[in-house]
């Protein structure tokens, strides 16, 4: 079996930045063990896996630990090959989920937008140990999916310092940092040692949940943020109600094939 794959770097225009996703185009759908085995040898924060289905195209996401029921980048880099690399000539590119959410990107001014659900986080109380995982008390904690933890200012952000043993130990399966930005309206980490991915670059399904709770905080429907991990990302955000639209660039790594 030959499975086509390529590496693309996600919410960015250079390579070695931004998220890197593996993505593999699948005539028809593996085994949820291959799918898995191949995401765990990857050794990416995501790979995905799509089918075209007539003019859509059904889309399925692993981590090198566990599937997902959405994920960002990798749709990201999921419609930059389908576009760039197998020259689909499409304005929308409308993908299908295991969950039965419907999600489209299209492409404008060398930006591709996401349209998501939007999940806007509720107050949460679990501070005590959110405090001693990531060694610094927030101002806010929410949750969704995911915890957030909101704080002061962007130098806050960059300092957290999180014991990933603790975070592992808390119910979510990913825990989120955020505060005002500096240079853009809000600022983000994301910590996933659940997953397998001690510190993700960049996350563009923690923005589902960024952006209403932003939306709420500045009173701003579009807005700009900076994931700023190590390889850093830049996302435009728009808040649409039940929906949100995420953007950014992509630039392809690599080309090749898997052998199996």
């Not at 770097?9 to 699948?26: E, Q």
């Not at 939007?118 to 915890?147: C, T, V």
């Amino acid at each position: 079996m030959i499975i086509p794959i390529y590496q693309v770097d996600a919410f960015t225009s250079k390579v070695f930045g931004g998220n890197p996703a593996a993505v593999c185009p699948l005539q028809e759908w593996i085994s949820d063990n291959l799918m898995q085995k191949i995401a765990q040898e990857n050794n990416l924060s995501e790979t995905a896996f799509f089918v075209k289905n007539k003019n859509e195209f059904n889309i399925r996401w692993f981590t090198p630990l566990t599937e997902l029921d959405l994920a960002g980048h990798p749709t990201l880099a999921t419609a930059h090959v389908i576009l760039k690399e197998l020259d689909i000539n499409l304005e929308k590119i409308v993908f299908k989920t295991k969950i039965k959410d419907t999600l489209t990107v299209t492409y404008k001014d060398n930006l591709y937008f996401m349209d998501f659900p939007s999940r806007d986080p509720s107050i949460e109380k679990n501070m005590d140990e959110i405090s001693k995982a990531l060694g610094k008390k927030p101002k806010e904690l929410y949750k969704h999916r995911d915890a957030i933890a909101v704080y002061d200012c962007e130098e806050d952000i960059i300092n957290i310092s999180p014991s990933f043993d603790k975070l592992n130990k808390l119910e979510y399966p990913i825990t989120i940092v955020t505060a005002p930005g500096n240079e853009v309206d809000f600022v983000s980490r994301v910590f996933a040692p659940k997953l397998g991915i001690p510190e993700d670059p960049v996350t563009g399904s923690a923005h589902c949940e960024l952006i209403p709770y932003w939306f709420k905080s500045l009173k701003k429907k579009e807005m700009t943020a900076h994931q700023i991990s190590e390889r850093g990302g830049k996302l435009y955000c728009t808040y649409n109600g039940d929906r949100v639209t995420i953007g950014g660039d992509a630039i392809t790594f690599l080309r090749g094939k898997i052998e199996i």
